[in-house]
């Protein structure tokens, strides 16, 4: 039990090589935690070693060097809400004439040393329409300053609410501006839980598969499909999984679902090719190396033992060195290749996966219907797309082709509301949407194709009245 106690404060606590969430504001940025390494957020640096050994979600304040200061609980006498307060502001007139200080004085102030809680308080006690706002725009106006002037950052965990907001604020064109609560219905529509086996195909940076390996908990199997020469997974990184998540990981090329297929999948043959071109260029360097010695002993006969360099022989040998190291790395990475695709493609010939999860720049009619293969009947499958028309022609195809039933296509809408006292209401920005989703379950084929015939059919009592008429 104490064990237990003390690897869960180890896991709650910051540690070096572990992936944070920088929070400021609204404002997030996923960062690895390294010895003396600067980070630039939001225009400051800092450096993250006075933060090892905390608890996440501690707040820090940046100091001058670049150093983190462990933030003060705050007190009710910190408060910098004034007591004064306007009716109205209908006799304030922005013409920038309020505020005594000067640019200048406030960096003067910076020089000092003064905090940014104190840097706020001079401006409001140096400005002359302040005691005459409203209660409310008060409030608004400590919080713009606090925001430009107070250095506070928040350490949290990474998890997959904070790094699609992360991702989306910063960066949605990375994935397909997908938005977290789109996200969110595509875990659940997915039905993603622990001990099962789903394929991934996506280009969110790895955030849709880091988001399934997350739910699943480190138990079960998640089947990544990709195009290209291998599998992107910069967002799956940032959450900073343990050694036993990446176990339950595995990674298969889209290029080759056809000919698993067929059952004509050659897992040696890439090795062989790799093997022959890498025999080809090392004969060919020999080659060119024996030849330039034989063009030396021709051209310079007489001097043949004086044009011999020991110096010269060293690096010779060392190249050869190199050359023999690297083929060998290159050997054990092709070998480590081959048994992942061989045990990705055993988990996929059984064709009963629980789940498919499609998020892509691509269009997704042909992938889904090469990847609904491999899924056992009556599971569920998700497919996201930053536009409708693609999912309308995936839900015409599914109703003609059949294998899938209870197919839904629908768009996600979001909006933020503000909730304060006196003043709740929806906020001015919202996001404009969210993406579309077309969810569906599998079923048997033989189970669907009797199912169209049947549908097809007339009538056995029509039938039966049509030839009543025609023998009458």
């Known amino acids: 039990m104490a064990e237990c106690e003390n690897d869960s404060d180890v896991e709650s606590r910051i540690s070096y090589r572990d992936y944070v969430v920088l929070k400021r504001g609204d404002v997030f940025k996923s960062v690895q935690v390294e010895n003396k390494k600067k980070v630039v957020f939001e225009k400051q640096w800092f450096f ?29 006498g910190d408060s910098l809400d004034s007591k004064e307060a306007g009716q109205d502001n209908r006799h304030i007139v922005d013409d ?22 104190e840097i706020v308080q001079q401006l409001i006690d140096n400005s002359t329409t302040f005691k005459g706002k409203t209660e409310f725009a008060q409030e608004k106006y400590i919080k713009k300053k606090k925001k430009k002037y107070e250095s506070e950052i928040s350490i949290l965990k990474p998890s997959t609410r904070l790094l699609a907001m992360m ?50 908990g480190g138990f079960g199997s998640v089947i990544q499909m990709y195009p290209g020469g291998g599998p992107t997974r910069a967002g799956m990184e940032s959450f900073g999984f343990p050694s036993h998540f990446h176990e339950t990981l595995h990674e298969f090329p889209l290029c080759k679902v056809n000919a698993l297929l067929a059952g004509t999948l050659d897992l040696s043959e890439k090795d062989a090719e790799s093997e022959v071109s890498g025999s080809g260029n ?15 002993k021709n051209s310079e006969p007489q001097s043949m033992e004086v044009s011999i360099d020991p110096q010269e022989e060293m690096r010779r040998e060392e190249r ?10 290159k050997k054990v990475k092709m070998e480590e290749k081959r048994k992942k695709l061989a045990s990705a493609a055993a988990l996929l010939e059984g064709r009963n996966a629980d789940g498919l999860v499609i998020a892509s720049r691509f ?10 293969k491999f899924i056992a009947p009556s599971r569920p499958f998700v497919v ?5 028309e693609p999912l309308i022609e995936c839900y015409t195809k599914l109703r003609e082709q059949g ?33 579309y989703l077309l969810s569906g379950t599998t079923v048997a084929a033989d189970a669907a194709k009797a199912r169209n015939q049947h549908k097809s059919e007339e009538p056995v009592a029509k039938r039966l009245k049509l030839d009543e008429i025609s023998s009458a």
Not at 97 to 113: F, P, Y
Not at 177 to 188: K, S
Not at 286 to 296: G, L, M, N, R
């Open 282 to 296: 090392g004969q060919s360097e020999s080659t060119q190396e024996t030849s330039a010695v034989s063009e030396e």
């Open 320 to 329: 050869e060195r190199l050359r023999e190291k690297k083929a060998q790395e």
């Open 167 to 216: 991702y989306h604020g910063r960066e949605p064109g990375k994935i397909c501006h997908l938005r977290y609560d789109t996200l969110a219905q595509i875990l659940t529509l997915g039905n993603i839980h622990a001990g099962s086996k789903i394929l991934v195909f996506e280009t969110c940076a790895g955030l849709v598969l880091g988001s399934v390996m997350e739910r699943m």
């Open 384 to 388: 996201y797309c930053q536009y409708r």
């Open 363 to 372: 269009h997704p009619c042909p992938v889904l219907m090469c990847l609904l």
């Open 48 to 76: 993250l070693d006075n933060a090892v050994g905390q608890l996440f979600g501690t707040r820090f304040e940046i100091e001058a060097g670049g150093s983190l200061k462990l933030k003060a609980a705050k007190h009710s």
């Open 403 to 435: 294998g899938a039933i209870s197919l839904r296509l629908t768009d996600s809408w979001l909006r933020h509301y503000q909730v304060l006292p006196n003043r709740t209401h929806p906020v001015l920005l919202m996001s404009g949407g969210g993406g």
């Open 96 to 117: 920038g004439s309020s505020q005594k200080l000067t640019r200048d004085d406030i960096e003067t102030l910076k020089e000092q040393g003064l905090k940014g809680q």
